[in-house]
């Protein structure tokens, strides 16, 4: 964890504590760290040693995000059915279940199966791992804390730029199972570390019916600005995620061993990301934070479209890195300043929240494929159009706010 998260949780917080962030963070990083972002370096190797089709590896890729959309649905309801505990290491030890199984190409549809269900994994945790672990940490520290739950997502793009690699001499089988062992370890050394009895995530079916009945539709209404900036966000981040590598690699002529290294920055900025985010949301509102990511993304993938030089663009790149593993705790607080105080409707809308991200993630994806092929592999008009969706949820946020003041300022002279 960053020197920052330390210096900020560290109010002589109890071991348990730091036992359940640190069983957070090892989620997060073995159920989207890993299991999503170890398959791009591991995407040439598939197709060299002929275990698919290119086309038939980049449909694997997608199996994961569409996963991720089934488990950020099924999340809770698992969660209610058992809790948040059983579900997180049961959800841990099913993506190592899918390393281990993806060492053995048996066919298409069991390779598939697999990444499916280690993307259900990943949007299981996704929605129950926050609200599992922020209702045993003071308020105060929520964000940083968060930040630091997910650092493991930042840590798992790095590990990808570097230990995969390594594993790749071993050969693409031993990769896999390198990667399965990984799992199987940090979920052995964080299986008691969970904490026990607090937990907001699975409400009871009072308290359920209660959120979902007459107060529902105006909950939804205070949450649809939310949706839509994370929704957007989620189609503004999926071009340099996706094909950042290959525009440093043929776009920019810089070759594979280079990319790499663009690809070890991203990770970088993917592990700065989470605790700078959860920083100044303790130090600033999530409202504000929220405003000036989505400024300084959209300035950031602006300049991978308009820009050539080689070190602007690995600045960029790192820039780029915080921004799919820091929206995680921004939008999260954000959702508690609207919500604060209830922790069932937190938690209730961060699973819609993270649905919706997941939905458009996943259009997101197979819309840029298809707007890559028809123009003739074009990486600067995906980067173009992720900018323009992000200045889009600015535009909506800031409009939206607008509105609302001004509405509770003619009800207010009303009165």
Same mark, same amino acid.
């Given at each position: 964890m960053s020197s920052l998260a330390s210096e900020a949780i560290n109010e002589a917080a109890p071991a348990s504590v730091w036992r359940a962030i640190f069983a957070g963070l090892s989620a997060s990083f073995i159920g989207i760290g890993?299991?999503?972002?170890?398959?791009?370096?591991?995407?040439?190797?598939?197709?060299?040693?002929?275990?698919?089709?290119?086309?038939?590896? =980049?449909?694997?890729?997608?199996? *994961?995000?569409a996963g991720y959309l089934l488990g950020a649905i099924?999340?809770?309801?698992?969660?209610?059915?058992?809790? *948040?505990?059983? =579900?997180?290491?049961?959800?841990?030890?099913l993506v190592a279940l899918a390393f281990f199984a993806c060492a +053995?190409?048996?066919?298409? @549809?069991? +390779?598939?199966?697999?990444?499916l269900l280690s993307g259900l994994a990943g949007g299981a945790i996704m929605v129950l791992?926050?609200?599992?672990?922020?209702?045993?940490?003071?308020?105060?520290?929520?964000?940083? =804390?968060?930040? #630091?739950?997910?650092?493991?997502?930042?840590?798992?793009?790095?590990?990808s730029g570097t230990i995969v690699p390594l594993l790749l001499t071993l050969g693409l089988r031993a990769t896999w199972m390198g990667l399965g062992v990984i799992c199987v370890v940090?979920?052995?050394? *964080?299986? @008691?570390?969970?904490?026990?009895?607090?937990?907001?995530?699975?409400?009871?079916?009072?308290? #359920?019916?209660n959120s979902a009945g007459a107060g529902a539709a105006s909950n939804f209404a205070n949450f649809s600005i939310i949706y839509l900036v994370y929704a957007l966000m989620a189609a503004g981040l999926v071009p340099a995620m996706v094909f950042l590598v290959d525009f440093v690699a043929r776009g920019l002529g810089a070759g594979t061993h280079l990319s790499s290294i663009f690809w070890v920055l991203y990770g970088v900025g993917a592990i700065i990301g989470p605790?700078?985010?959860?920083?100044f949301v303790d130090r600033f509102g999530a409202k504000p934070a929220v405003r000036a990511v989505l400024l300084l993304q959209a300035l950031a993938i602006l300049g991978l479209a308009l820009l050539s030089d080689r070190l602007l663009i690995a600045a960029l790149t790192i820039v780029a890195g915080t921004f799919p593993s820091g929206i995680v705790p921004l939008v999260l607080a954000w959702i508690r300043e609207k919500a604060p105080g209830n922790g069932a409707?937190? *938690?209730?809308?961060?699973?819609?929240?993270?649905? +919706?991200?997941?939905?458009?993630?996943?259009? #997101?994806g197979y819309a840029y494929s298809a707007i890559f092929a028809y123009s003739g592999g074009n990486h600067r008009l995906l980067f173009e159009i992720a900018a323009a969706a992000l200045m889009l949820a600015l535009f909506a946020e800031v409009l939206v706010s607008f509105l609302r003041s001004r509405s509770a300022l003619k009800n207010a002279h009303g009165e």
């Open positions: 890993l299991a999503r972002f170890a398959y791009t370096p591991l995407l040439p190797a598939l197709i060299d040693a002929h275990w698919f089709s290119a086309s038939d590896a =980049v449909y694997l890729g997608a199996a *994961n995000l099924a999340g809770r309801p698992l969660a209610a059915r058992m809790n *948040n505990v059983h =579900v997180l290491r049961a959800m841990k030890v +053995f190409p048996v066919s298409f @549809s069991w +390779f598939f199966a697999w990444r791992v926050a609200a599992t672990v922020l209702p045993h940490v003071p308020e105060s520290r929520k964000g940083i =804390v968060s930040g #630091a739950i997910f650092l493991g997502i930042g840590l798992g793009v790095a590990a940090l979920t052995a050394a *964080n299986w @008691s570390g969970w904490p026990q009895g607090k937990e907001a995530a699975a409400p009871t079916k009072a308290a #359920a019916k605790p700078s985010y959860g920083f409707l937190q *938690n209730v809308a961060w699973s819609k929240a993270t649905i +919706f991200f997941a939905a458009l993630q996943a259009a #997101a």
